[in-house]
């Protein structure tokens, strides 16, 4: 086979692609399919030579906070979710599998309990990288605490050995749905908070909400 033909053929793929997700509405507003898993974020890649000492803590408005270990943090109850990605500077990714650790499981299973003033979520990551949400949008199904993606261990560049998720579950359209930002790679802790605080990217000028489906990217409330 030619080379010329491969570049068609995989332009039409995803193109054909794109179409059905389209159709299916499934693709939001500005967006488009990518076959890849491209790789976005601001600063450098932690690179663990062993989990000893890593740590999960979830502080702020809860009635006692915890610090989970690496072990600890793997016997946490589990769900796998399907989601689809959608980045701010346009690409989405759809039908990405994923294991990890639900926050609604956390509170059912007593392992977190809320206070009735914690309204947001502030997502804590390496090298001080932050997100916010509504608290709303952290106990919708389509965020996870993921550290599995399709069966394996996360590469270190998509967030080893933790990272938050925040996308739309496959013909679920709901106001929950975020742009991938608020999704933070190498996450280390959960804060729950009253009042709203808003992260890295919020703070360099992306909406503090950033619905897909209203196609919030920049601007906005702060
Ligand atoms: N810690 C951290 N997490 C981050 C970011 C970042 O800069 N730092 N960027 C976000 C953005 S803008 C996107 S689109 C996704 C990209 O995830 P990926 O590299 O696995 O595709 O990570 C998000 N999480
Ligand atoms: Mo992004």
Not at 5 to 18: A, C, L, W
Not at 45 to 64: A, H, Q, R, S
Not at 102 to 111: K, S
């Amino acid at each position: 086979m030619a080379c010329g033909e491969v570049v068609v053929n995989e332009f039409q793929e995803r193109k054909q692609k794109e179409d059905a997700m389209k159709k299916a509405g499934r693709l939001p507003p500005g967006q488009s399919l990518t076959l890849k898993f491209p790789v976005l974020h601001y600063g450098p890649i932690p690179l663990y030579e062993n989990l000893d000492n890593w740590t999960f803590k979830i502080w702020g408005e809860v009635e006692e906070p915890v610090e989970w270990n690496w072990e600890q943090f793997t016997k946490l109850p589990t769900r796998t979710t399907t989601l689809d990605l959608h980045c701010v500077t346009r690409w989405s990714k759809f039908n990405t599998e994923w294991v990890g650790v639900h926050v609604q499981d956390l509170i059912d299973e007593g392992l977190i309990k809320l206070k009735d003033t914690a309204k947001f979520c502030i997502q804590h990551c390496e090298y001080g990288y932050t997100t916010n949400t509504s608290l709303d949008a952290v106990l919708a199904d389509n965020f996870l605490l993921g550290y599995q993606y399709d069966g394996k261990a996360l590469d270190p560049e998509h967030g080893y050995p933790v990272r938050g998720l925040m996308g739309a579950v496959p013909g679920n359209k709901v106001d929950a749905n975020r742009y991938l930002w608020k999704g933070g790679k190498w996450i280390r802790g959960l804060e729950f908070t009253e009042k709203d605080r808003p992260g890295f990217w919020e703070n360099a000028g992306y909406n503090n909400v950033a619905n897909i489906w209203r196609e919030e990217r920049y601007g906005g409330f702060f």
